[in-house]
DNA sequence: GATTTCCATTAGATCGGTCTACCAAAGGTC
DNA sequence: GACCTTTGGTAGACCGATCTAATGGAAATC
């Protein structure tokens, strides 16, 4: 079965390709008595548009890449789910890759990508991210890039939450507690997101008299459920037993819940649980988790709508757009009273 | 600045188009000193690789495209992983699209993708799809499809969970615990799938006593955890008080938990639960969940080799894949006894 | 009536690769 | 020396759109 040109179609319909092709982009030049008998010719031959060819002559692809680490996630889930709404309604089909937080295979993806000709690349960059790693393929295409989520170039555009000021507000909703020591667990180590919570929390404790410490499940610890459970051992296992213990997300939290049961430690009586995310499954889980929402559709929204700008004006200078968070206080951490 | 092409390669190199791009393609006719040559000049040069340009002329885009309902459903989210990773390592780059369980939308996504020249799709149907909703752009461009973990027709091809087989794991299960009676909640109403462990569960019921209604909450709950604790609102609030409840999925489950503590009951002693998927978090949670495994990474892995399978040799018979499932029975039904 | 403007339409180059068919020179065989 | 084969390489058509510059004819202007 031979495939419907505009050739065959404008034979057909008695016009030239170039008609064709007009009537085709709705061309304003082309009477409607000739466009409709094109459009007829269309359907009866079963034509379909070949935006592989027509990109090839404009160079554009209508098309974005995406580079995320794990949609397991859910965090990561609604946030690719709100890119792809934003770039399908712009018109743009969605690439996707999962590097499963993998700088290696990042590269590949990156590589890809490019040569998948995309007008532009979302990338939640794996952790060990370097400008260098990254660099070399970016800047033989010129392909802009917009890192969401997580930063490690200031060259390049940001869309994010405000992960200080999330630190803050959890960390003085902590303190007010009456808390006298805090852990944080779990979270890609790295990453300038983890970085950054950890400077909120800082700041936010300071003053507080609440003993903080970030460093005791650093290492070798992940963005998901077994790392926190992980986590939790490692810490308590050290003979520390904090008053509160943050999750770097959601996802570590639900692993800190069942390893803390696991011990006979009842999350939110024993020990409070507090997170960032906010993602659907806290509100639901028992006890329903304090946890500092982040909005990943308005991120998700917010990042494509940016890279659009940058293709459509790449001489924009690097833009940093945060997103401010919300603390939402649930029983995890509102039943907390100290240990009698 | 303007793009490197192989044009300006070759002339770099001293030779001709042609041998330029046979290096490319790791041609034997091509010695290793002029290869080496052209390679020189390729990365001197900064030089990409223009895969749309070949694409067009070999008539391939080396990309598949994917559509699924939601992936905050951790379920479809491996499914969608395990694909992406087989295809990245075919060769193949994936385009995603998310149905968000809507025909219309899922239409727009496929035109679009058969336009972007993809060789394949991968489609996990929305509720509702009918051949000669899908069939149009389908027939029109002949690219194959085929069906993921639901299915609308029987002359394309189909990977999934063997449904009636957990439905009657989980159905023996449930009666083999004494309950008198159980009600299915959630779940896409006229999903093959639905249908399948609906099926499986009456026949596994068969002569063992149990009271088995999967009518009670069908109309209008979806495939989530809103869906779940509105479908056990509904059932309770008819002054119905079955011994078991089966969730259509984990997703649904978690709401099914939630909704039955809002009303001081609790899953797993005052009424057992059991459900479908075995998603990582149904062990995690409290009481552990009793699921049937449909494993999606062997789903994706099996969907994405048939796929590609039939891109080479497009003349095969419409094939069927079942996976079979496997019963993980833990607290949330194994504490049950009869009510005093 | 001559010239200009406008309208509908088109021929042909172009995007950046791949592929077919062909060629020139070197080496081998009788 | 004539003929065949192998090796290394190339010219130019081709994929299916878009886009520029041009054209023939009708209507409008002077």
């Known amino acids: 079965m031979k495939t419907v040109t505009l050739n065959d179609v404008s034979r057909a319909a008695g016009v030239s390709r170039s008609t064709a092709s ?64 934003a770039a399908h309604t712009a018109g743009y089909t969605l690439l996707v890759g999962y590097s499963r937080d993998d700088v290696e295979r990042q590269s590949l993806q990156l590589e890809t990508m490019v040569q998948q000709q995309v007008d532009g690349i979302l990338l939640l960059p794996a952790t060990g991210s370097e400008l260098n790693a990254v660099c070399g393929i970016i800047d033989r295409s010129s392909v802009p890039v917009l890192q969401v989520a997580r930063y490690f170039s200031e060259e390049l555009d940001y869309v994010g939450p405000d992960n200080i000021a999330a630190g803050q507000q959890l960390a003085r909703h902590v303190s007010s507690l009456g808390a006298a020591s805090a852990v944080l667990i779990g979270g890609p180590e790295r990453s300038s997101a983890r970085t950054e919570r950890i400077e909120g929390l800082e700041t936010g ?30 810490v308590l296992d050290q003979g520390i037993w904090p008053d509160c213990i943050i999750a770097y997300s959601d996802a570590v939290a639900i692993g800190i819940y069942a ?18 995310d906010d993602i659907a499954m806290a509100e639901l889980l028992l006890p329903p988790l304090t946890s500092v929402s982040t909005y990943p559709e308005l991120i998700g929204h917010q990042a494509a709508e940016l890279l659009l700008n940058r293709i459509r004006d790449p001489s924009l200078r690097p833009q940093r757009s945060l997103v401010e968070p919300a603390l939402k206080i649930r029983a995890s951490t509102a039943q907390w009273r100290p240990r009698t």
């Open 22 to 85: 007009l009537v085709l982009r709705g061309s304003p030049k082309i009477p409607e008595t000739t466009a409709e008998r094109v459009r007829l010719a269309m359907t009866e031959l079963g034509y379909v548009y070949n935006r592989h060819a027509a990109n090839m002559r404009r160079s554009e692809s209508m098309t974005l890449g995406l580079i995320v680490t794990d949609i397991r996630n859910p965090y990561f889930a609604g946030l690719t789910m709100t890119i792809e709404e």
């Open 205 to 234: 404790f300071t003053g507080s008299g609440v003993v903080f410490d970030s460093s005791l499940s650093a290492a070798a610890t992940t963005n998901n459920a077994a790392g926190g459970s992980e986590g939790v051992a490692r």
């Open 259 to 276: 390893e803390l049961r696991r011990r006979n430690l009842e999350p939110g009586r024993d020990i409070s649980v507090a997170s960032f």
